[in-house]
């Protein structure tokens, strides 16, 4: 079995995902090449052919011209299966190749099983299991979902030059909004959810963050309803943590943030849904309510 | 000598032509001041208030000679009644003088005003005048030297003040001249019947005949040129109260209180839905300003308003009247403020006090309407969501209809599709059917029933929103939508009698579903209860030591449904002491959940349900009972954010019954 | 200028998800039914774009499904849109992301829309592929992800979202689609005249049998609750209980409280 992955650049680094798709190929058992557009000042530690594409010419991505040069690699080499990122790299690029390559798609995997691939659904309440019809496919790994390799081996570099007339044209990008906690660093991460019911509530949370001598975290839809400031948010569209501790209060789990903080060392949610899906990444879940239980601890820790 | 007096004495009989032409025109005054008023109305839509045309003419002359809404808070009531009473009682006297001297005694030659008659009738009029004086006094030091807080005093105060402070003096002092020149000298026993006059009299003795004579002529003059002007002014001063305020105990509405007019969402010619301009609004809307009297007991009583948000009752129905004489095409939404729009909890407690029988709800569910139906505006986001969950789900909190029904598990209860006969439904609501607290409600409610044998069912999962809270917001489409689907589903089943354990629903289905077409009896669960146990169907045991309890009325079961005795009455034989708070029965004070606002944070201003869980504090009862799956969520919230944990404990009147059934 | 937005019908979140019959999908019964939430951010933003453009824009919506799915319709036509198609099609949930994507293209292909709005992805199947297959086989310019959206002289400015907040923005010729993320806008609530006047709009209903040619190129084999993760705890109980258990366990097993 061969595959091709897709590695990830931007603004003229390497993105750690990339090491998610090596470890992926590793647990499908594939023999695997990447194709990169960066450059090869920072190409990843790997054991095989890299197909680069040099950033410096390309720019930034421009879906056109990376799925021409993914079409040219295909051609080459030929693989079972193409693998990106369930990043807004990967979703935006993968169904282009998908439709030029006119075979199956198979989205946001988080394991593998011998029926196929298994895939979430219904807000990460449920999981599909999917197979491929066609004799190629398009996978899209969701991240966090797989082991990072190890950062070792050194690939074999072939450079790959394209041209494309694209109707889309990048203008540049537009910074996060200044950030007034670096989530990243804390050892401590205390989360709000919807499950804290309103506004007035988030300070019992913030307050449980300052016992544990930790910084609080949000969920999406508290950070859309103007609770906590996006600075805040954990997720993949806010900031992707992996703290000593993580507490989840009153966080269902939308697949988004459990992306954003699996990886923690130890989870503890709080939550009063017993099925709900935070459940599946949590060391220790605690069904009571979140405006009872998170006081009462705050207190006990005091 | 027979006890009777001289008409005219001193100014003679050929003052009579002047002196009715001269009222005549000022009667033609007040009504011409009236009639350029009425273009004012007519910028209002139509509506029908002269129907059941006897009822109301007894309601206006009750409302008028009772003056029984206006003595409900003595401070400025009592004064003003007593004034009131004063002031006709020497209107009628000078009818009755009137009729005595331009008919009576021309056309056929009697005199009633003699004898003890007369004795009766001077000191009535003349102790009525004292009592006018000194009420006036004392509304006069209120006004302008106590000044109670958020009382507005404009320009036409001063000019009323002046012409009835005149009026009754000049009055006084025209009878104390005659007086000094004829029964002081004549008749001094009968100068004992009018006490006050003969202490004015005093003044004039020092005085030749002549001089007297002269100053009567011109006090007379001066009196009868003030109550010119008292007519004048009626309609161009506050004084038109006296027209509109009496008009308004006429033009009351007649059908149950609480009505909203349901809108026919089949009729494709309505293009503006609610009130965005006062054009949108009735003729009695605009009318309504002109009964206000501006007495701010509507705004005291606003829970909105005495939390500090910018929502005065009072303001509100004044600046309808402003628009509509200033700027009628202007936009209401911006003359008023949403945010004073969206802070009315339709307590009624306005509505319920105000002695003009103004309408303020009303207006507030129009404004809204148009808020919400023409502009799809909401009080916010977090009612956004629940709205769009009542959609979805059929309940605010967005939780999956299907498990509406999962609280009844293992309890004495039927689902209706099982097709089991049953005594009542039980229409849950979506607080008891999902909220845990509330769940408590319900399951106590269920046991009490199965103790007193009373077979229950309940829809489960078919069951939706009332859909109060929407309608309230003004979302009268939703609201149709979801009061439909529970409809049929309740015709389908032949329910013969309905109970809810939620005054907001109780309201909805009992009052407002029948212009959808449900006629099913619904009761309270509270005279539910007290009907079980009237009829001995139900037995509690009062524990051995009574406790100490406060209770809590809620708006829509008390001011909405009268409903005030009954729950007391249940509390007190489950062993209940009941310490009442300051505020109760038609004065209670509303825990903030009404209105749909139970939907929305509460953003602006402290936090009602806090106020309220202080006057329950206030009583030093640890317990407070309510009756509302509203009340009590909000009083949770405000016992722990107003620090009133481990004093006060709210609970159901369902629980506290539920715990003393003997089986 | 001719605009569609094409809308699925999704399940509400909060339900709970049971198989079916065949094991691969959701059983319907007992589901509450809502617009695929990603969808309403697309509706409003296509309404917004018609807006803009006035009387010589027409805005389609498009939904696939039983008739279910008109539910749907009605409310994309009551935000704004000015007619709709409704392809029937019953079994709409054996269909994968391809087929979806050839069914409307079938029909777009034949009504040459300007600009094509979709949701980023649905709720309840999450594949993220729909919008991009349509725009792919139409051969039309596409963004995904949208948290931003201007259009002005035939050039659509694109603000994509994507990791860590950072922003990408790309310009965009006519003809095009994008994909609309949560938070694009703020979806009006319909206001009641234009409900109304939603009653009136014409919905062409369309068989499936007539587009559809494409066969399946993704197989579901299972539909289930995702596996527990192993060696999670479960502790439920009263709360002083559970705060003295939870201590302990942190205390046992993180290197924050010692």
């Known amino acids: 079995m061969k595959s091709l992955l897709i590695g990830e650049y931007r603004e003229g680094r390497l993105l750690d995902t990339t090491y998610e798709l090596i470890g992926f190929a590793g647990q499908l058992g594939a023999e695997s090449a990447m194709l990169l557009v960066g450059s090869d000042s920072q190409l990843p530690a790997f054991n095989g052919t890299i197909y680069l594409a040099d950033a410096g010419v ?25 693998v990106f990122m369930h990043t807004s790299y990967g979703w935006d690029l993968a169904p282009r190749v998908a439709a030029a390559l006119k075979c199956a798609q198979i989205s946001e995997i988080v394991a593998i099983t011998d029926n196929g691939f298994e895939v979430g659904c219904c807000n990460a309440k449920m999981r599909r299991t999917v197979r491929s019809a066609t004799g190629r496919t398009v996978l899209t790994i969701q991240a966090g979902a797989f082991p990072v390799a190890g950062r070792e081996g050194t690939p074999c570099v072939e450079q790959l030059t394209t041209a494309v007339t694209s109707t889309l044209e990048f203008v540049g990008y537009e910074p996060a909004e200044a950030k007034d906690v670096d989530l990243a660093k804390a050892d401590v991460i205390v989360t709000a959810g919807r499950g804290v019911g309103k506004k007035e509530n988030v300070p019992v949370i913030q307050a449980l963050a300052k016992a544990l001598g930790g910084e609080l975290g949000a969920s999406r839809p508290v950070v859309d309803a103007g609770w906590v400031d996006h600075s805040h948010q954990v997720g993949t569209t806010g900031q992707t943590v992996s703290p000593k501790l993580y507490i989840a209060c009153g966080v269902s789990g939308a697949i988004q943030h459990l992306a954003g903080m699996k990886k923690s060392d130890f989870i503890v949610a709080i939550n009063k849904d017993k099925d709900a899906p935070i459940g599946e990444v949590a060391d220790l879940l605690v069904v009571a309510d979140v405006m009872q239980f998170v006081p009462a601890l705050t207190a006990k820790l005091q | 000598m027979e006890a009777t007096r001289e008409i005219y004495w001193n100014i003679g009989h050929g003052v009579v032509l002047p002196m009715y032409l001269l009222t005549l025109a000022a009667v033609g005054v007040l009504v011409w001041g009236f009639w350029k008023r009425l273009p004012l109305y007519r910028l209002g839509k139509p509506l029908d208030r002269c129907d059941r045309y006897e009822e109301r003419v007894n309601r206006m002359i009750g409302d008028l000679l009772g003056q029984e809404k206006v003595a409900r808070v003595r401070d400025g009531g009592l004064p003003h009644n007593l004034f009131f009473w004063g002031f006709l009682t020497l209107f009628v006297g000078t009818l009755i003088i009137m009729v005595q001297a331009d008919f009576l005694t021309p056309v056929a030659g009697v005199n009633l005003l003699k004898g003890e008659f007369y004795k009766a009738f001077s000191l009535v009029l003349d102790l009525a005048g004292l009592v006018a004086l000194v009420m006036l006094g004392a509304l006069f030091v209120r006004r302008y030297f106590v000044r109670p807080e958020g009382l507005e005093t ?6 009323i003040h002046t012409l009835l402070f005149g009026i009754l003096l000049t009055g006084f002092l025209i009878e104390g001249a005659r007086m000094a020149a004829t029964e002081l000298v004549q008749q001094p026993d009968l100068a004992s019947f009018s006490p006050v006059g003969k202490v004015f009299a005093q003044l004039f003795v020092p005085f030749d005949t002549s001089s007297i004579s002269a100053s009567h002529k011109v006090f007379w003059w001066v009196h009868f040129a003030l109550v010119l002007g008292f007519f004048c002014a009626i309609p161009y001063t506050k004084l038109r109260h006296i027209v509109t305020t009496s008009a308004n105990g006429f033009l009351v509405p007649l059908e149950p209180k609480g009505t909203i007019p349901t809108i026919n969402m089949e009729d494709e010619t309505v293009e503006q839905f609610g009130a965005a301009k006062v054009s949108d609004l009735t003729w009695k809307d605009i009318f309504d300003a002109d009964a206000c009297t ?51 909890t339709t307590c009624r407690a306005c509505q319920d006090i105000c002695p003009a029988n103004n309408e303020h709800v009303g207006k507030i569910i129009e404004l809204r309407r148009n808020l919400t139906l023409m502009e799809g505006a909401f009080p916010g986001d ?79 999962k078919e069951e939706k929103c009332c859909g109060e809270p929407v309608r309230k917001l003004g979302n009268e489409y939703l609201y149709q939508m979801l009061a439909q689907e529970n409809i049929e589903l309740i015709k389908g089943y032949g329910v013969k009698k309905i109970i809810t354990t939620c005054p907001h629903c109780f309201n909805t289905l009992g009052r407002d579903y029948r212009d959808l077409g449900l ?29 100490d309890v406060t209770y809590h009325d809620s708006c829509y079961l008390g001011r909405y449904m009268d409903v005030i ?73 405000g016992i722990k954010t107003g620090g009133a944990e481990g004093k006060l404990v709210v609970r159901d009147l369902a629980e506290i019954v539920a715990e003393r059934v003997k089986a | 200028m001719k605009l569609l937005v094409c809308i699925k019908q999704v399940p509400d979140m909060e339900s709970r998800f049971k198989p079916n019959g065949s094991g691969t999908w959701f059983d319907e019964a007992d589901l509450a039914w809502r617009m695929n939430e990603y969808d309403e951010y697309a509706v409003e933003e296509a309404v917004r774009l018609r807006e803009q453009l006035g009387e010589s824009a027409e805005l389609t919506v498009l939904s696939i499904g039983p008739d279910r799915v008109v539910e749907a319709i009605k409310k994309a036509l009551a935000m704004g849109a000015d007619r709709a198609v409704h392809i029937q099609d019953p079994a709409v ?75 990408g923005v790309a310009r965009l010729r006519l003809p095009a689609l994008v994909t609309c993320q949560l938070g694009l806008n703020v979806p009006r609530y319909p206001t009641l005249p234009n409900i109304m006047k939603a009653k009136k709009k014409e919905i062409a209903a369309l068989p499936v049998d007539g587009l559809l040619a494409e ?28 705060v003295d258990k939870v201590i302990g366990i942190l205390k046992e097993k993180t290197a924050i409280l010692r």
């Open chain 1, 58 to 82: 390309c720019g930034e991505y421009n879906p056109d011209l990376h799925k021409q040069l993914i079409l040219e690699v295909v051609g080459k080499l030929n693989p079972d299966c193409i």
């Open chain 2, 154 to 159: 404009v320009n036409d105060d001063i000019v």
């Open chain 2, 294 to 344: 501006t007495c701010k007991r509507c705004q005291d009583r606003c829970p909105a308003h005495v939390t500090g948000k910018p929502l005065s009752p009072m303001k509100l129905i004044k600046q309808i009247g402003e628009t509509a004489e200033t700027t009628p095409d202007a936009a209401l939404p911006e003359v008023i403020g949403a945010d004073a729009i969206w802070a009315c």
């Open chain 2, 382 to 460: 977090e009612v956004r969501g629940a709205v769009g969950n009542l959609e979805v789900n059929g309940n605010p909190f967005g939780l999956a209809y299907a498990s509406r029904g999962e609280w009844a598990e293992g309890l004495p209860v039927t689902l209706m599709e099982s097709g089991a006969e049953v005594d009542i439904l039980y229409f849950v609501g979506c607080y008891a059917s999902f909220d845990k607290r509330n769940r408590e409600v319900a399951t106590s409610f269920v046991t009490i029933c199965a103790a007193a044998g009373i077979r229950v069912g309940i829809l489960g």
């Open chain 2, 519 to 547: 006629d099913v009896p619904v009761e309270h669960y509270s005279t539910f209860l007290h009907g079980l146990i009237k009829e001995e169907k139900l037995r509690l045991t009062a524990e051995a030591a009574p406790f």
């Open chain 2, 565 to 637: 005795e009954e729950p007391r009455s249940v509390l007190t034989k489950a062993g209940g002491r009941i310490r009442e708070m300051a505020k109760s029965g038609y004065d209670s004070f509303c825990c903030s959940a009404g209105g749909g606002r139970i939907l929305a944070e509460e953003k602006i201003g402290t936090k009602i349900s806090e106020a309220r869980v202080s006057m329950a504090l206030e009583t030093e009862a640890p317990l407070l009972v309510s009756n509302c799956p509203f009340c009590l969520t909000m009083f949770e919230d």
């Open chain 3, 93 to 167: 949930a054996d269909k994968d992301p391809w087929q979806i994507a050839s069914i409307i293209v079938a029909h777009a292909r034949e009504q040459q829309y300007d600009l094509i709005f979709t949701g980023m992805q649905s709720q309840d199947r999450g594949s993220a592929q729909v919008g991009v297959l349509v725009a792919e086989q139409l051969g039309l310019s596409c963004a995904t992800t949208l948290v931003g959206f201007s259009y002005e002289n035939g050039i659509v400015t694109a603000k994509r979202e994507l990791e860590g907040g950072i922003k």
């Open chain 3, 215 to 242: 066969p399946a190129v993704a197989v579901t084999t299972s539909f289930h609750p995702p596996a527990k993760k192993g060696g999670g705890v479960v502790l439920e109980g009263e709360v002083g209980v559970l």
